[in-house]
């Protein structure tokens, strides 16, 4: 889908709609990229990473929540899971119907905005803000605590506050390098390994713990527990809901049809309802209450689940099964704090680009491409949180945010359905009534009621979320209001692309005939051109003299985006300009080449193999020409099957994807290494060179040929 890099917001002057604000330098630099080149995004992700940014907050949750909330609802806690179980699948059903409405990144701060306004979009983003930041901070700090079954020293206060700091540093160091979709596959495959567990833990505690004596007799409804831990329980437990916030960050790049999003609600609620009750039936019968107190929110109030499987016989199973859940609960709690990071990232950078906090906060790294302004700061605010080392606390704050979010994201989405009533919705709430001459969608007005009451109750009944919660709150409204009238900008107004940018389509299928050559940035970057150059030149006649005869390389830069930012981002100066004086350089090199003209586009893509080979499909080219590693300097001796040379392993994970995936000719260049004078390059055994390379070669220019050897083409 070709769209141009930049975007103009609209609203510019003092409540004036549809006037349009001064560009910045960064615009100004991607608008002069766009009108030399064609700029194409790739919307190439698709179930799994999904999959991975909602189940990480699930997986996670059970590992820091359950014993938390066992201690308030003690023998009602099966009850409090399946309860926030069922409130999740409402919650699922409202975001996937808002980001398939509205494909813009930022969850229930982009329904808010539609729905109703810029303020109450803002309270929305900043209340998740507040969660993102209290996950990072609960996550590290439990991960210290399953590491104990390592080294018992690590559970003192000391050590596990030094090792959560470091566990944050990690993730903030890791997010400013940027998160990409293989990295979140190889995590994907931690978390459904880390289900799998569970599911077994739960199979083998129903086996050895149910017992319906166990939980219920203990359960005395008024004082064990109480009215208010039960409330208080049940919003505690809604804390992995925010993963919902960010998958719906990624709205506009999935690639998911009408009935996978379908497939993705109703296997989201078998996966929490069961995952959810079967653990808590397990933990309260394996730990059961007594007198009113069990040992999941006392002695294993910090590690749970390791209090679970140290009950399971015979010995040796259950001291097996520690040192596996202390690792993969350790992974998946430093996994789940990357996936906040990234939801973080990604959200306070909308609200930037949306005039909702100052764009300085926004700035993006010039060379990673992240923003990592917040990213820092947000490190630092976990750190912080982490100090109290007080789980109690930190949920309960928790709370707060989430259940305000969730209550303007369902009331955003029963406001919808009135004020955009014929709006394409791939996914629709279903069980709708005629209300008023509109569809009321009884599961989000029915989650809206509950959410608000939860809100509610977390201000009555927690202290501690009443007083942070409503300060955090506050401290950003007013900054919204402070900078909002510095900039001259109403409170309300709505900030948005241009219209034009939105409506642009992707232009038609061309069978250029041509060359696609990607660059990167490296020092092969003009070795492939002159490589491209020759075979096209070869491919011209004498009698070539015509534009439209002239044969075509596409050269086209790879932009390749980290998952903590949305594909239409604005890039960094920095890096416009290296990517424009990278094209100004492969034209300038290829059209030395007779009858050559070198046409020059940018791609944005989360996959670059990916995009190379989609590009080459959608251009119609003929050949790929693609550059790879450098060889080894190993060398193979006779004793291990080789003949003396250099072992030369030019072939990593893009070129394996384009070689594969790729329907046209791909022509692989190597870097040389460095041979005896006496013994030709291209008469090494295992390295043929092409007839048509060679006849290419032979009309190389001739100032070239006393120059050093340039790159060894291998067509595939």
Known sequence: MSTPVGKTPVGGAPGAPGAVEPATEVEHATTAIAARSRVTMRRSIGSPVLFTVVYTSLASAIYFSLGVIAGHALGLTPLVFLLAALLFVLTAMTYVEGASLHQDRGGSTVFARYAFNELVSFIAGWAILLDYIILIAVCAFSATQYLRVFWHPLGHHTEALLLALAFIAIVVLGNIRGFGSGRSRR????????????LLIVVIGLILFFNPSKLIDPIHLGSAPKWSDLVFALTVAVISFTSLESAAGLAGEVRIGRRGLKHMVGSGAATVIFGYVGIALVAITALPVHDGHTALAGRYLNDPVIGIVTQIHPHWLAHTLRYVVG???????????????????????????????PSGLGRLHPQRSTPYVLIILAGLLAAVLVVPEDLDFLVGIYAFGAMLAFTIAHLSICRLRYSEPDRDRPYKVPLSIRVRGGELPLPAAFGALVCAAGWVAVMILHEPARYVGLGWMAFGILGYVVYRRADETSLTARVTVSPQILRAEPPSERDYGSILVPLFGTKLDEDI???AALLAAGEATEETETEAETATIEAVW?????????????????????????????????EEYGGVYVATATVRTRRAGYAIVEEARRRGVEAIVLGAEEPSRI?????????????????????????????????????????????????QPGEPVSSEIKRSAERQPKEQSGGPRRAEPRIV
Request: with cysteine.
């Open 187 to 198: 995590v994907g495959l931690l978390v459904a390994g880390d289900l799998v567990l569970q």
């Open 327 to 357: 690792a993969l609960a350790t992974l998946t709690l430093i996994a789940a704090a990357n996936s906040a990071m990234l939801g973080l990232s990604r959200l306070a950078y909308s609200l930037s680009t949306n005039r909702q906090i």
């Open 529 to 531: 051109v002159q490589t």
């Open 558 to 590: 790879i932009f390749v985006m980290p998952m903590s930012l949305p594909l239409d981002a604005r890039l960094p100066e920095e890096q416009i300009k290296h990517a424009r004086q990278a094209l100004a350089r492969a034209k300038a090199v290829g």
């Open 635 to 683: 060398r193979g001796g006779a004793g291990l099957g080789g003949r003396g040379g250099p072992l030369e392993n030019f072939v990593g994970e893009i070129t394996k994807y384009v070689v594969s995936k790729a329907t046209c000719r791909v022509i692989v260049t190597a870097p040389a290494a460095h041979l005896p004078e006496d013994r030709p390059a291209r008469e």
